[in-house]
């Protein structure tokens, strides 16, 4: 909830279309600009570019790599990639809209993963369950096979399954374009300090982005060893009802302790 200020403090429930704006084309002419870049290339092109000036080029090009490859995984099976269940819930939408309509759709994540799924309208009723195991997120190549059918020339509107493909498969690269920056900003805060530095640095971002995050440093020698529960704090999953106040480990409140210094 929020407060309005110029209503007297009254609590208002949050929009729940997370503030959705519609727009008739993408705008494809604009980017991010990196600041003195000329010719013009892309703030996050600029980013990596200042890292290979830094000596860092190594690490641009595993960056560049890990990006590649986790995009293709994203492509090749979006429903099974994509933990949160934002894909499948877009598809259900757009395609099964009989199913988006008559179901529990308050944990996508979960819903994800179910097999079946109870129907609102018959809760007890077996016979009315959807099966959710039969649908799936066509991969790259079949989905680019069913953008292939659309014909402008023929004056027909895309169909809606067209435009949810068009829009995940976009999705994908935007998605791991984010945790891509967030990679070169942790490389660019370290390369800022000074040689032999002792450096922490907090990101904060929603739990898909941070565990991307985290595992591409993982998979370079990074570990959690020494922590309380591996580093994690909080939990996985919480009930809606669930208060969310949080125990910091010591370390959080003394970096020091994470170089070994009492």
Avoid at 87 to 102: P, S
Avoid at 125 to 148: C, M, N, T, V, W
Avoid at 169 to 182: K, T
């Amino acid at each position: 909830a929020y407060k309005s200020p110029g209503l007297g403090g009254q609590l208002f429930r949050r929009p729940g279309d997370q503030g959705l704006v519609s727009v008739r084309a993408a705008p494809v002419g604009c980017y991010l600009k990196a600041k003195g870049s000329q010719p013009p290339r892309t703030w996050v092109s600029g980013l990596a570019e200042r890292l290979r000036g830094a000596g860092a080029a190594d690490f641009v090009d595993a960056a560049q790599a890990w990006y590649v490859q986790s995009v293709d995984h994203l492509l090749k099976d979006p429903k099974a990639a994509d933990m949160e269940g934002d894909y499948f819930i877009a598809l259900l939408r757009e395609c099964h809209r009989e199913i988006y309509n008559d179901i529990d759709r308050s944990d996508p994540e979960e819903l994800r993963g179910l097999d079946f799924v109870a129907s609102l309208s018959n809760p007890k009723s077996k016979q009315h369950r959807y099966d959710l195991k039969k649908i799936r997120i066509p991969g790259f190549e079949e989905a680019f096979a069913e953008l292939y059918k659309f014909k402008p020339s023929e004056g027909k509107p895309s169909s809606r399954k067209q435009r949810v493909l068009a829009k995940i498969m976009v999705d994908c690269f935007q998605l791991r374009m984010v945790d891509l920056a967030a990679v070169l900003v942790v490389g660019d805060c370290v390369t800022a300090a000074p040689p032999g530095s002792e450096v922490v640095v907090v990101m904060y971002a929603g739990g898909d982005h941070s565990k991307t995050v985290a595992e591409f440093f993982r998979a370079r020698g990074f570990d959690s060893e020494g922590l309380v529960r591996n580093g994690l704090v909080g939990k996985e999953n919480w009930e809606d009802d669930e208060p969310r106040g949080l125990t910091l480990p010591s370390y959080l409140h003394d970096f020091g302790e994470l170089f070994g210094q009492e």
